[in-house]
């Protein structure tokens, strides 16, 4: 299947998916149409506003688009639907997900260098009309990078689980 034939399909997917997702509150986060060694997969990645996606919500979505793309049947290939939450890690795509994670750490790929640098790592501190301010590790410094430039971003999932350790005594060593 070619490229531009896949576009189509996950557009018309979307198109259908969108108002079912409303109904519920929920938003698209991310949509694959895939081949792998099982043959082609359909993968919808919800979410709730803040989070939270459960079990039977993925079965309420997944009942209705089912129901109506066998009904519309233009896919021409045998298919498997999966619909899931996005997980921790989910990606970082909108201006919305960074607004949603101001103060978190992430991790951002960008396809061009900014200053010789493509991998960034820091708290998101500003969110722009076209850009995201993170505060990066490595610089010790504020680096404002647009959103067009990003390649990849998510939350950096140490960070968020990053517990102190308790110190250790020493331990005397005796005579």
Request: a neutral charge.
């Amino acid at each position: 299947m070619l490229p531009e034939e896949i576009e189509k399909i996950k557009e018309r997917v979307k198109e259908i998916l969108t108002p079912i997702l409303k109904e519920k509150g929920l938003e698209l986060v991310d949509m694959e149409f895939v081949r792998d060694q099982r043959g082609w997969t359909l993968r919808i990645f919800m979410d709730y506003p803040t989070g939270g996606v459960t079990i039977n919500d993925c079965e309420w979505v997944s009942d209705r688009l089912g129901t109506i793309l066998d009904i519309e049947d233009f896919i021409p290939v045998s298919y498997i639907l999966e619909i899931s939450s996005p997980g921790l890690d989910r990606p970082l795509k909108t201006k919305r997900d960074f607004e949603r994670n101001i103060s978190k750490t992430v991790k951002i790929s960008t396809f061009e260098p900014q200053e010789n640098q493509k991998n960034f790592k820091g708290e998101i501190l500003e969110v722009g009309k076209d850009f995201v301010k993170i505060f990066d590790v490595s610089r010790n410094d504020e680096v404002d990078i647009k959103f067009d430039n990003i390649k990849k971003a998510k939350l950096d999932l140490d960070s968020l689980f990053d517990v102190p350790q308790p110190k250790r005594k020493n331990k005397k060593k005796s005579k």
